[in-house]
C-alpha cells in the first residue's frame, strides 16, 4: 500500500524558507513520478513541482515547475531514504496553502511533467497535507 506522509510546513514570514518533507513508504520508490501540489482556501489544487526521472522512458522524464514557484522552490528526492523534499525559498503571502505529496508509477505516464502537473488527477496517492502560512 502505497503511504506518503508530508511534514515541514509551519509559519514563517515573507522571505523566509521552509523545507517540506514526504516520506514515503509501501512501494518501489524509484520507480514513481512525484509532485508537489497546494490548495489554498477557496482555489483549485494547483501543480507546482513535478519530477520523473525514468531511464527507460526519457520523453516523459524530467522537472516541471509552475511559474508562481519557479526559481524559488526546488523539488528533490533522496532515494535511499525514501524520502521527497520540496525546498522553498523567498516565500510570499500567496504560498499560503495546505502542502501535498503525490505519487504516480512511472509505467502509467504517458505524458510530460507539466502536464502531470496540470491535473491533481494524474496522480493517484496522495498524501494528508501539511499547511504553510506566510505572513506580509
Known amino acids: 500500500e502505497v503511504q506518503l506522509e508530508e511534514s515541514g510546513g509551519g509559519s514563517v514570514q515573507a522571505g523566509g524558507s521552509l523545507r517540506l518533507s514526504c516520506a514515503a513508504s509501501?512501494?518501489?520508490?524509484?520507480?514513481?513520478?512525484i509532485g508537489w501540489f497546494r490548495q489554498a482556501p477557496g482555489k483549485e489544487r494547483e501543480g507546482i513541482a513535478c519530477?520523473?526521472?525514468?531511464?527507460?522512458?526519457?520523453?516523459?522524464?524530467?522537472?516541471y515547475y509552475s511559474d508562481s514557484v519557479k526559481g524559488r522552490f526546488t523539488i528533490s528526492t533522496d532515494n535511499a531514504k525514501n524520502m521527497v523534499y520540496l525546498d522553498m525559498n523567498s516565500l510570499k503571502p500567496e504560498d499560503t496553502a495546505v502542502y501535498y505529496c503525490a505519487v504516480q508509477p512511472q509505467r502509467m505516464i504517458r505524458v510530460t511533467m507539466a502536464s502531470m502537473c496540470l491535473f491533481a488527477t494524474a496522480f493517484d496517492s496522495w498524501g494528508q497535507g501539511t499547511q504553510v502560512t506566510v505572513s506580509s
Open positions: 519530477a520523473n526521472s525514468d531511464s527507460t522512458n526519457t520523453r516523459y522524464s524530467g522537472t
Open positions: 509501501g512501494f518501489a520508490f524509484d520507480d514513481y513520478a
